[in-house]
Each structure stands twice: as C-alpha cells, then as structure tokens.
C-alpha cells in the first residue's frame, strides 16, 4: 500500500468512526440527546480524531524514521571503501534506491518474477540491460555489491512497509474503540474537540515563527560554511567581486553593498516628492470624487508584478536613458545602469509612498489645520510648517519602508542594472546589486560546497539583517509618534 | 455718507491680492498645488505609457504568421517500408518530413505561378519555421491514415517572416542578417497578394510549450499557465486555511503573553522580508534539505504560500476585528462556547472580507518572480507537466518567469512574446482584482 492509499484509508475509518461515534453517544442516552452533555456530533468528531489523530501522527514518524532504518540496514552489504564518507554513502544509497526501483518495476510490469527479483547475480547477468528493457535506464552497469545491496534494501523496505501498514491501521482501531468506550451521556465531547481546534489553530499561527527560524537557519548554516572557506574579513571589506568557478575568487562585497545603496538613493530621489506630493494633494486639495479615481488608480501601480516593470525598464527605460541622456552627456552607452534600475524602482514605489503618507497625513488632528488657517495662514504654509512637520515621523518611517522595499527588489535590478559589479559614481554605468548576484550565484548549475555558490547565503542573510533593521527602526519611529495625538 | 460708498471694498492687505506680500503667498500656493497635480500626473502618465508600450509590444504575439498550402504526405518518404506501422515511421525524422514541406511549399508556389527567382532552395526552405516539421511528424505518427493523403495545412512561417509582418523586421535589417535577404522579403510580399502568407489568431501562443532559442515563432505560453494554475490551487489550499486558523487564533483566543507578542512580530516582519529570501529559504529547506525536486510547482507553492502568509493574515485578522462584538456576546450568552461562536458566527460574517483578503494575496502570489527563479522554475521545460498529484512534482513554470526568461534571450521576436505573456499574466490580474472588488461591493456590510 503506497502511503497516499494508506491516508485514504484511515480518512474512510475516521468518517466511520465519527457515525460510530455518534451513534453510540445516542444509544447511550438511550435516544434521548438531552440527556448527553454535547451535541451527538462532536461525540462523532471526538470519536474520528481519536482514530486519525494518533495513527497519522505514526504515519509521519515512519516515513520520517523508513530510511534511516533502511540504509542502516543495507550498508553492511556495500563495501567498506564506497561508503567511507558522507557524500560517498549518499551516492551509494541513491544508485542502491535506484537499482530497487528498477527491480520494482520490472516486476510490475512482468518482466521479471519475484524470485528473479531476489535471484539474480550481476555475476550471471546484465542487470543494466535487463532493466533497460522495462525502461528503467542506469548510469553505469551494476556492480554486484550494489545488487546485492539492492536486493536486501527491496527485501527489508518491503517488510516495513507491510509493518507500517500494519501499525498504523492498528493504531487508527484501537484509538476508536477508545473512544467508543470512553463515550458515555456524561462525556465532554465537546471540550476535548474544542481544544484538539485550538491546538490546531495554534499550531497554524506559529508557522510564521517556524518561517523566520527556517529563513535564519538555512541562511545561517550555508553562511558558515560560506566563512569556514572564504575570509569574512574579505567578504565585507573586499573592494573587487569577480567570482571564478575554477576558484581562485575575490568575492568583495563591497561593489555589491554601493550598487545596492546607490541604485536605492535614486529610487528615493525619485520616489520620496512624486510619493509626496501625490499624497498632500490628494490629502488637502483634490475633491472627494478625483480622490476616489486618483486613489485606486495611483495603488494599480502597486498591484502589477515586479517584472513588468523589469521588462519595462529593460525595453523602454534603459534605452530611452542611454539615447537622450548617457550617450548626449557622454556618459556611457548602456541602456542597464544605476538610472535605469534607480527610477524604475522608484516609479513602483511611488503608491507606497503615497499611502502610507496620505494616511499619516491624514492621522494629523484636524483642530491643528483649523489652528493655522485661524491664523491667516494658506494651504500650502499650512502643509508645510503645521502638517509635515507633525506626520514627518511617520514620513520618515514609510520613506525607510520604502527604502528597505527598494534594497530587496530584484527583478527590476535584475533586468535594468546590469551585472558588472562596479565602484563608480556615474550613474549611466552598469552596476549590480546583492539581489542580482544572489540570483546569479544561485541560478543554472551550482555546487554547494564552492565558496562561488555559497556566498549568495552571505548575501542573502546580510540582505535579510539591512531591510530587517530598516524595518524595525521604520516601524519603531512610526509607533513611538504615532501616538502622540491620541 | 459719501465717504462710505468711495472706501475701497477690498482692504489693501487681503488675501485676495493687494500687497506684493499677498501675491508672493498665493503664488507660493499656487506653484505648490501644481507640483502635486504635476506629481500625480507623472505618476499616472509613467503608468500609462508602461502598459501602452507592453500592450503595444505584445498584442501582436496573439497573431502569427502562417503558410497555408497543400501537402502530399506520399507514404513513399514517410512510410518507406509501407507497413503504416508506427515504430517503422519513427524512423523518419524531422529531416524527412522537412523536406517534404520544403518540396510541397516549392511546388505550390510554382503550381501558382510565384517567381521565385534570386532566391535559392535553401532559402525558400527558410521561410518555413524549423518548428512545422515536428508538427506535422507527431501528427502523421498519431494516424497514419493520413499517409497518402493531401492535407490543406496552415503551418508557421519562420520567425523572420512573422517579424516582417509584424514590423519588427525590415529590408534594411534583412541586409544584415543571414536569417533572411530582401530577395525573401519581396517574395513574402507576393505571397502575401497570393493569399498563402497570413496572420491569424494565434492560439498555439497561449496553448504550446516553451521552444529554443531559434524559434520563437513557436514559443507558448501553455507550461507556464498550467505551472502558474497549479501554483495557485495550492497556494490557495496551503495558505488560505492556515493563514485564517491563524487569524482566529490570535483575535480570538491568544492571551496576551510572550509567545503571542513574539508572532505579532514575526508576522509583521515577515511581510517585509524581500522575496529573494524566500526564494533561499526555499532552496535551502525544500530542495536541500527535504529532497523535493527542483522546478516543481510544489516547491513553487509552498514558497509561494509562505511569503502570502502574512498578507492574508492580516487581511483576515481586520475582517474578524469587523464583526461587532455584540455578535459574540449573544451567541455566547445563548450559551455556545468560545469555539462555536467563532465559527458559527464570527467566521461566516467575516467570510466575505476574508475571501477579498485572499484573493487579493492570491493575485499578488501570481505576480511574483524572484523566489521562483532560485529554485529553479527558470529552466527550459517543453513537455506538460502530467495531472495532478504527480504533476505538482513535475517540472514546470510559471507566467512571470517565463516573461523573465523570454525577456533575457537575445532574438528580439522574444520581446514580442514577452509582452504578451505580461498581457495574459495582467488579464489574470485584472479578473481576480474584479471579482475581489465585486464581492467587497456586493457583501460588504456596515455595522
């Protein structure tokens, strides 16, 4: 039985635990369910968690536990020099499973009998031909060691599956007679299924935790392997990135570091007045009817996906850039550069800008406007030396929001900025950032045990600290002023 | 009385003009409100020359230039054993059946009339994309009854002729390209006249697989939906159960202690996370570490969800902080417990704001690239990936990627197709976004 099967089944003897359940929760109130202390269903639900529960619970142990066990009980038939270490006895352990499997079907499929199965000896016949014929295409012949091996994982998988199935329907049954004893009027079905739901939920709502440690753990892990070979006194102060994967690298990070921030200061230059702006006019002068078409229509920038934009900035932007300004200016002939990239990130930001500003803007006490129009002043003054200076906290949290959004996009670099990791300060040059060499370190073939591969984990955890940092610092300042009005 | 009707009606400080003070205030004003309407018009007009150029760029990818002609599929060249049987026919490549269109395509044109001086065999062969021969192998192969047969038969013109079509392509680039030669442009114009040589609606563009470099006259879009469709069921079956078991969690039942503090935080934290990183995470748990296999849409999904998490979660907590306390007060004093209220109750009236919630996630899941290309949903894939479940491991990708990947190939026709697979990718868009505002309007209620 494959364990999809074996789910099927113990979902079909929940559904019939819950009808056993509930009837037997009727019958003991003799039909009378006034008498019982919950409704008959959750006698039924109480009864059908009690069969699932434990034996699936069995179930992800064994297939967690299944190979460990395996291979422990398989390696004794390799020869001692094949496994000697880590990598050698995965390599082993995937051509033993494939030469299983390929023993596996081609007794599905007839090609061979179970006795052959057991019987044959690479000694006595190509098994690599014999396999060819049911489709099963090997790398290399089979050394006989590898059949044997083989054959017992075959022998010894076979049996735990069977002990697998075995346990886990036993368990599921006896979990529901259980249950059916334990059901009686004076039961508190209802509590128990109430708290297996709460656990559940809060299972549900620490995954976001579980999602933060794993984002620090794998990152963490690869980035101290990263330093184990390459120094970080080089990683974070190296002025030249150039990585060869014949070795031999330089894997600064500090071209990487200047492109980012420079290709972030120009989305900022572009994004903080046109963001700005749009959110004070929209705030203190549109009418309600420009500002309910503007509004949506300005946050429909928000909602397309990043690499439209890349594609924008690759086939519009950058060309248009090179053509009237770089090549004129005598600047460069590329159409990816630092402008091209910087204003293309700073278009996508103008609606968060723009938000989060119109709602601080918005968050200013209307007795300060009335305060200074009582005072003579107009609009403009008012916006200038009353509203802004109160909601600047908050601007300046969504303005490092914003920035920290800027220095974690990657496709618009990816597309527009080029890949030549650069220390220059003319903006029409081609640099790159951390996103796009995370990408490019980490795309196509790669080699997890070369510093080449493993330096994107030092990007990308040096990446997560910076936006992390601006976040948190963004987010600090706009709670502390946030609530001075309230 | 006299001096009353002579004073003047405006006072010589008023804000309506006067001192030269007054006039630099109003101009001051007045250049101010101009820099917010000039703000939002670059903004807006930014937004439209984006989509009008894409639009621009990638309408024509849903027209495809197409050679219609007779061809013989004489059993002699194809079945050379004349047995029809399929193993026997395999051993015909695409060569074969290459020459065959070339031989029936020259035939036509003189059977018609169609000078084809200056222009060489090779180069007639030329006009016919290096697709239509597979094309047409995979067809006879499925029924050899069409052996011996003459089939009418549209198949695509090479890319260069579709470019010239389109514009793309023109006599002065044909000088310098050795694709194509003027000579070939003036005989694609009297084809054309002939009525051989058309465009129509291209519909293998949103249907067939990824193709190489050399033809992107026959590149599509159909791996990429279904990746991108696959993504999405799951994403959906994934995320949106643990994002509102969560929601309910922590505005109904957390109590207010260290661990509930230590997840507001992460939640909040998460949802500012850049994507790449998601994209390591994925690569390093997923594929490292649980063994699943690169490019699957289940890896995709899983990361995907992940990211979407927080989103929805939050959405979902402000739809459950909508519904008035006054509900739970009377469901709880008609004696239900915690639980049933929730989900008798609270859960019901939230639903709506919490489906708008999700499929607005949902759209901004669609959209999203950088993770995808870590674990490796990147790669060429030309073969379906099969029905699910065994599909959801096959290899596959997803729309936006493949906008990344065509839009990274050196051929220009590339940017065509790339724009419009935006154009697919922003239609899905514009839907989930329409019907996510059409449930707000028609369910929204106010309390």
Known sequence: MTALTLVALILVLAMAAYLAGRRRAVSTAAGDIRKLHSLPGYYGWFAALAAALPALTLLILWLIAQPIYLERAVLPDLPAATVADDTARALAMADVRRVAGGLDTAVATGAMTEAEAGRIRAELTDVRSRLAEVGVALGTSVAPETLRAAQSYRLASHSAVMMRDIAVIALALIGLAVALTLIRPDFRARNRVERVVLGALIAASTIAILTTVGIIWSMLSESLNFFAQYPAADFFFGLTWSPNFRGGSDLGFLPLLWGTLYISLVAMIVAVPLGLFTAIYLAEYASPRLRAWVKPLIEVIAGIPTVVFGLFALITVGPFLRDYFAQPLGLGTSGASVMTAGVVIGILNIPFISSLADDIINAVPQSLRDGSYGLGATRSETVRQVILPAALPGIVGAVLLATSRAIGETMIVTMGAGAAAKLSLNPFEAMTTMTVKIVGQLTGDTDFASPETLVAFALGITLFVITLGLNVFALYIVRKYREQYE | ?447
């Open chain 2, 1 to 447: 009385m006299t001096d009353l009707t002579q004073a003047p009606m405006t006072p010589a400080n008023s804000i309506l003009g006067g001192s030269a003070e007054m006039r630099r205030r109003n101009a001051a004003e007045a250049r101010f409100r101009l820099y917010g309407m000039v703000a939002i018009s670059i903004s807006l007009g930014v937004l439209a020359i984006m989509l009008w150029t894409i639009f621009a760029d990638g309408v024509s990818a849903f027209r495809q230039a197409k050679l219609t002609f007779p061809i013989t599929l004489s059993s002699e060249v194809l079945d050379p054993k004349g047995n029809a049987n399929r193993d026997e026919m395999a051993k015909v490549t695409t060569i074969g059946y290459g020459k065959l269109i070339a031989a029936a395509f020259e035939a036509e044109l003189t059977a018609r009339g169609i000078s084809t001086e200056g222009i060489s065999a090779k180069d007639l062969a030329g006009l016919i994309s290096k697709d239509a021969p597979g094309v047409l192998r995979a067809e006879v192969l499925a029924d050899p009854s069409l052996l011996d047969t003459v089939q009418n038969r549209s198949i695509l013109a090479a890319g260069r002729v579709d470019g010239y079509l389109k514009g793309r392509v023109t006599r002065e680039t044909a000088e310098r390209d050795n694709q194509i030669s003027p000579a070939m442009l003036d005989l694609t114009d009297r084809l054309i006249e002939a009525g051989i040589l058309s465009a129509p609606f291209n519909s293998r563009f949103l249907t067939s697989p990824d193709a190489s470099d050399q033809r992107p006259e026959a590149a599509g879009l159909g791996v990429a939906i279904l990746g991108s469709a696959y993504m999405m069921l799951l994403v959906a079956l994934i995320c949106v159960p643990i994002g509102v078991a969560a929601s309910i969690y922590l505005e109904e039942f957390a109590p207010k202690n260290r661990l509930t503090d230590v997840i507001e935080v992460n939640i909040s934290n998460l949802a500012a996370v850049p994507s790449i990183v998601f994209g390591i995470l994925g690569l390093a748990v997923f594929i490292n570490f649980a063994g699943f296999p690169q490019s699957s849409p289940l890896v995709g999904a899983l990361v995907i969800s992940l990211m979407t998490l927080p989103t929805i979660i939050i959405a979902t907590r402000a739809a459950i902080r909508a519904v008035p306390p006054s509900i739970r007060g009377a469901a709880l004093g008609v004696g239900a417990s915690k639980m049933q209220t929730v989900f008798h109750h609270v859960l019901p009236l939230a639903m709506p704001g919490i489906l708008t919630g999700a499929i607005l996630g949902l759209a901004s899941a669609l959209g999203e690239t950088a993770p995808l290309l870590l674990i490796g949903m990147v790669a060429f894939v030309d073969n379906y990936p099969a029905a699910p479940p065994e599909g959801l491991l096959d290899p596959a990708t997803a729309l936006p990627v493949q906008v990344y990947a065509w839009a990274s190939r050196s051929d220009p026709a590339f940017i065509e197709r790339s724009s419009g697979a935006i154009i697919v990718l922003l239609a899905f868009l514009v839907v989930m976004n329409v019907t996510a505002i059409l449930l707000r309007r028609k369910f929204e209620r106010r309390w």
